[in-house]
């Protein structure tokens, strides 16, 4: 009976891999937000790489700051209306509002692009643990965001760097 050829691990997969590591060893109690980062920012390409970082920094920091003003909205409201129902259905309706902001705003700015990553921060900060230190958090997600950007590249660059990188420096 003969084994099938299977593919080899490539060299991107094992990229993948150390810089997921990385990010496991340096964020161990919440590693989410920097290992699925740095898997989006490893691309075939070190320019590819460059773009995709921005893609995600720009949107990460853009959706955790709208995602904060409309947390606070939120905040506001649920402990204004007395109604709980309606409270919560109000803060459904700022959540809304605040996706149509950031998909208007990014399409300002021709970055339409970073609109899924900065709408799903903002969900992130206003629909999930945010309520008990929501300054803490988004700050968090940033920051853990921004070092899983900073690893990525860092290993597309310096563990052979892909096929353009000697094109443009050498």
């Given at each position: 009976m003969q084994l099938p050829d299977l593919p080899k691990i490539g060299l991107r997969t094992t990229k993948t891999a150390l810089a997921v590591f990385l990010c496991l060893s340096?964020?161990?109690?919440?590693?989410?937000?920097?290992?699925m980062t740095t898997i989006f920012c490893l691309q075939d390409t070190s320019s590819n790489s460059r773009k995709m970082a921005f893609i995600r920094g720009f949107g990460t920091i853009l959706g955790g700051a709208i995602g904060l003003c409309f947390l606070y909205v939120c905040r506001f409201v649920k402990q204004t209306i007395p109604i709980s129902y309606l409270g919560t259905l109000c803060t459904y309706l700022i959540i809304a509002l605040g996706i149509i902001t950031i998909i208007y705003l990014l399409n300002l700015l021709k970055r339409q692009g970073c609109i899924p990553i900065a709408c799903i921060v903002f969900l992130a900060v206003t629909t999930a643990n945010a309520y008990k230190a929501p300054v803490h958090y988004t700050l968090n997600r940033i920051i853990e965001t921004l070092f899983g950007i900073i690893i990525g590249l860092l290993v597309n660059h310096f563990v052979t760097p892909p096929k353009d990188f000697h094109k443009k420096v050498g």
């Open positions: 340096l964020f161990p109690a919440e590693p989410f937000f920097a290992c």
